[in-house]
């Protein structure tokens, strides 16, 4: 669909002389199209007119008017690209204009290229201008009054070829001994918007002073949607059999099949009519009389075929989890993978398969479900398929496996084919197989961002620059202090105290004797080293010496979690505010007596009984799974100040990194999706979001040496970007020292570049977040304002160098200087970290994998 630009003329007072000024720019302006805005304004005679517009200032020359002729052609000239007129015949009149009447004598200049033009009025020619430019020029063709030219000026085209080019007519009553057009006057102004400024701008333009807005809209070429995919029923087969499903009620971990499923496959995802009732799972450790290898009878010839599968737990990303092995007539196979993240999605796997299309989430009662759409085309359609096994005897297995943290432990996962459709017609096949190929990359050498300053999206939480501490009780140690005074650098807001310290070291013998003084001294320390850092405490470990299930148990739990708050706050009066209850508890499903739910209200009960100015919040699992968080919320919300949850993207340092760049914004999905349910269960109740463990690998065998690198800053840069548009308020990065890659710190006591990324987002990246766009998928863009600076976080996501051109809409009065510039750029590259001082940018190139932060002081001028 193409746009032709609609003028718009806006018409109001100014305060300098009682004239209109006219505001003409197009509505709605199309991608890599001009947006030009034209203002026409009288001042009082003599008298400059000062405008301001989008960052920019100009001071008109007294009495100017400007006029594009291409507004102004005469009724049989020809319109050349939609700027220039060019006239079609010999002495043709191109351009009439309204002369001024009631001011001495006005100069005329004109802008054109090519042939030579005649000045005229309309019954007399008054002055040719012979000279013909190849490229567009102003040229001065002297000094008129109203007698001499009358009410109307006219400019004729040349006699001969070339014909004339013109572009604009200017008026004035400026010298033309100081005063010199520019290629475009100061009261035109233009701008070319890229894919990134797609959308409805509001610009704010000042006549003298005067304020108008200028609004319109950037579109794309192309606003049509493309039609959904739907597959007819008359070219569909059912072939799963009713004799090798299970009945769902014997396995309730995977009992699924509630009113929300049946609703979803009623809707017929991609017009697919998968059975609504059929459950072939295989064999885990949960369930070991399940078969882990079934055998479908087909004896047809198909297309295609497309599986509705999902997985209870999971393995690691592209891991072989089982497998399809189609057989022939002829004896001959060809197996299907099922690799986790492409062809399956795990149930606390990411929701994007880079081999299969996601259709929908399904809960049983304890865990939630990822559905995915396999397609698979029949590379021998012309053969009959005589049986299909459905298999987990694994072929490949993850040597990297950690079974002390087993978030991916093939031996509990088990998959589940949960219908089954033959596709008689090889473009439906072809048709699904495209919708589920992992889309390519975006980004190429060039891409563009906009960033509108005045529109505000947001606040940015200081909570979210923050880590882990790993050292609690050592803060008798040398190291200690040296770590704290890095740490200054560092900035981080909120220590998470995780690792190094339990209840059951502070209460080793139950009330009795209580070990406090480590645990004091290093809050003390923290505090004494910076009066903002702030404490949590994480209740990361249930004592041994006492059981949940009972009773006494729980009251002896909420009577050490209240003890402690009550040394910490009131006898110490150390003022922590943030207690999280647990830590990766109900680590494979949620158990039926919910005992850690009753023991967390209760816990939480007696600590504000303490303390009500104290935030309690849980419950850390290992993974944001939507329907275990809203297990614990359900049941814990009236004591639930913050929601807190974990995230770590793989535990294999083989998962690609595009792979770890293309699902940093399924952080920000996270969290929308869990103040959503946190809405829906309290309406209006303020919850904070606390991601209090998150990186790139949670496994440490071997540790992932990217979180120590500047791929790692830059994965850390866009996930702190989904983190902010997405109103998180707390995020802390596990974790702050040691523990070989995963420290901001090294052993050595170096602050590597995911710490000083965050040092350099605590010291500047502050205030409020704005409106920024990116053209590409691939580079990143997050704007900022305070009332000190304003600048941008800018992130390349991809293995390529970028070309970047920068859209500034409606910039602050940035701080400029002539000798040492105003703006810090701070890079994070394959080179290393760099700070350099540069003029605000326009244009900027990106190294693979960089990442920068731009910041310009704003002016102390009022």
């Given amino acids: 669909m193409k746009y032709l630009p609609a003028l718009l003329v806006v018409a109001v007072l100014t305060s300098a002389r009682a004239d209109e000024v006219e505001l003409l720019y197009p509505s709605r302006v199309r991608v890599g199209d001009e947006f030009k805005l034209v203002v026409k304004a009288r001042s009082q005679p003599g008298k400059n007119i000062v405008y301001e517009f989008n960052g920019e200032t100009r001071v008109a020359p007294p009495d100017m008017l400007y006029y594009p002729a291409v507004e102004y052609k005469a009724a049989n000239a020809k319109v050349v690209d939609g700027v220039r007129i060019t006239s079609v015949s010999k002495y043709q009149t191109l351009c009439t204009v309204p002369f001024p009447q009631n001011q001495g004598e006005t100069a005329v200049w004109l802008r054109y290229s090519k042939g030579p033009l005649c000045l005229r009025r309309p019954d007399k020619e008054l002055r040719w201008s012979w000279k013909a430019t190849a490229q567009p020029q102003w040229i001065y063709v002297g000094r008129y009054d109203a007698e001499t030219v009358g009410p109307v000026l006219s400019v004729m085209g040349s006699p001969k070829e070339p014909y004339a080019h013109v572009e604009a007519i200017l008026l004035t009553t400026a010298d033309a001994r100081v005063f010199r057009p520019s290629a475009n006057p100061t009261n035109v102004f233009s701008w070319r918007p890229g894919r990134s400024a797609i959308g409805r701008h509001e610009l704010s333009l000042k006549v003298d002073g005067n304020d108008h807005a200028v609004i319109f809209e950037v579109v794309d070429d192309d606003t049509t949607p493309p039609a959904a995919l739907l597959i007819p029923a008359a070219r569909q087969v059912s072939l799963a059999r009713r004799d090798l499903g299970q009945n769902p009620e014997a396995f309730p971990l995977f009992h699924l099949f509630n009113d929300h499923y049946r609703r979803l496959l009623a809707e017929n995802p991609l017009g697919l009519r998968f059975d609504d009732s059929f459950l072939l799972p295989l064999k885990c450790n949960e369930y070991p009389r399940l078969s882990d290898t079934v055998i479908i009878d087909v004896h047809t010839k198909v297309a295609g075929l497309a599986f509705l599968l999902s997985e209870y737990w999971q393995g690691e990303v592209n891991q072989e989890m089982a497998h399809f092995m189609v057989r022939y007539d002829d004896g001959s196979d060809v197996k299907i993978p099922l690799r986790e993240e492409v062809e399956i999605c795990g149930s606390l796997r990411n929701r994007s398969p880079q081999g299969a299309l996601f259709v929908g989430m399904a809960n049983s009662p304890s865990i939630e479900y990822n559905l995915t759409v396999v397609p698979w085309r029949n590379p021998h359609p012309e053969k009959t398929i005589e049986t299909l096994t459905f298999t987990n005897v694994r072929t490949v297995f993850n040597e990297e496996e950690n079974k002390l943290i087993p ?456």
């Fill in 407 to 862: 978030l991916n432990v093939t031996s509990v996962s088990s998959q589940i084919l949960l219908s089954l459709v033959g596709l008689s017609d090889a473009g439906d096949v072809a048709a699904l197989v495209a919708a589920a190929a992992t889309p390519s990359s975006l980004a190429g050498t060039v891409a563009d961002i906009t960033m509108d300053f005045k529109r505000v999206g947001g606040r940015i939480h200081p909570g979210v620059f923050s880590t882990n501490e790993s050292g609690v009780m050592t803060a008798s140690e040398v190291d200690f202090d040296r770590y704290l005074e890095t740490m200054k650098e560092i900035g981080c807001r909120i220590f998470r105290f995780h690792s190094g310290w339990n209840l059951e070291k502070v209460y080793p013998t139950q009330l009795d004797h209580p070990n406090y003084e480590p645990l004091v001294r290093t809050i003390q320390k923290l505090y004494a080293a910076n009066s903002e850092w702030e404490v949590m405490i994480c209740f990361n470990r249930i004592p041994k010496y006492l059981d949940p299930k009972t009773a006494a148990g729980r009251t002896l739990f909420a009577t050490l979690c209240a003890d402690l708050v009550r040394e910490l706050n009131i006898a110490r009066k150390l003022e922590v505010t943030y207690w999280e209850i647990y830590n990766e508890v109900y680590f494979t499903k949620i158990e039926d007596d919910r005992a850690l739910w009753h023991m967390y209200n209760e816990a939480a009960a007696a600590m504000r009984a303490v303390d009500p100015s104290i935030r309690i919040g849980g419950y850390a699992p290992c993974w944001p799974v939507l329907s275990n968080i809203r297990d614990f919320y359900e049941h814990c919300h009236p004591n639930t100040d913050f929601v807190s949850y974990h995230k770590y993207l793989t535990g294999s340092v083989t998962t690609s990194t595009d792979y770890i760049m293309r699902q940093t914004p399924s952080f920000a999905a996270d969290a929308r999706q869990i103040r959503a349910l946190i809405e829906e269960i309290s309406p209006g109740k303020a919850v904070e979001l606390a991601l209090t463990e998150y990186n790139i690998n949670y496994n440490w065998k071997p540790h992932d040496p990217r979180q120590g690198t500047y791929i790692g800053a830059a994965w850390l840069a866009s996930v702190l970007n989904h983190l902010i548009r997405a109103d998180v308020e707390i995020a802390q990065t596990w974790h702050s020292r040691g523990g070989g890659t995963f420290g901001l710190i090294s052993a050595e006591g170096e602050i590597r570049p995911m710490g000083k990324l965050l040092a350099v987002c605590n010291s500047f990246v502050r205030g409020d977040y704005v409106w920024s766009r990116s053209s590409s998928t691939d580079i990143e863009c997050l704007g900022f304002r305070n009332g000190e600076q304003a600048g941008f976080l800018v992130i390349n996501k991809s293995s390529r160098a970028t070309q970047l051109t920068l859209s500034l809409l409606n910039p602050p009065d940035f701080q400029v200087s002539e000798v040492i510039p105003a703006a810090r750029c701070f890079a994070f590259t394959e080179a290393g970290f760099s700070v350099t001082r540069q003029p605000f940018p326009k244009d900027l190139e990106l190294a693979p994998y960089e990442t920068r932060v731009i910041v310009n002081p704003l002016s102390s001028t009022p």
